[in-house]
């Protein structure tokens, strides 16, 4: 269930927060096809499942910008922003891939609240950190700190 703020100040407070985890979901070989389309990234360590296999993980793995890009599916299973007048993403710091996310694999999204400072015009910067679990894994398949702007009521 996502955690749900309302103010500038329930943001501000929420710094150190664990946000919980999400549902876990399977990262299909469609889904990785499809991400290969749209971005022209057609790699074999992605797309060719019978070479892949053969190579250095044994299988067709993720790229690792998909796994980045499911942070944005993540966050609002994570947190809610309720009076929101208006929310921007405003980047990312700190983006990592410890681990390779193999096609078929489960994963999920967890979160925590690493930072948040007001900003001009009554709104708030707030830095929400993502890991993207791998069932059965060790390491995360990403980690990324994102950034945010929100401005509410």
Request: proline share 5%.
């Amino acid at each position: 269930m996502a955690q749900r703020f309302d103010s500038v100040a329930g943001v501000l407070a929420a710094v150190g927060r664990d946000l919980g985890a999400t549902e876990w979901m399977v990262l299909t070989q469609e889904r990785i096809q499809r991400f290969a389309d749209a971005t022209d990234d057609h790699q074999w360590i992605h797309v060719d499942p019978v070479r892949a296999a053969a190579g250095p993980f044994g299988g067709c793995i993720a790229h690792g910008y998909l796994t980045l890009g499911l942070a944005n599916k993540f966050l609002p299973e994570l947190v809610t922003y309720e009076r929101l007048k208006m929310g921007v993403n405003y980047g990312c710091d700190k983006v990592r891939f410890p681990a390779p996310v193999r096609a078929g694999a489960r994963i999920r999204g967890r979160g925590e609240v690493v930072a948040a400072e007001p900003i001009k015009g009554d709104g708030v910067q707030v830095t929400v950190r993502v890991t993207v679990d791998i069932e059965g894994s060790d390491k995360p398949g990403c980690v990324v700190d994102t950034i945010s702007r929100l401005y509410f009521e």
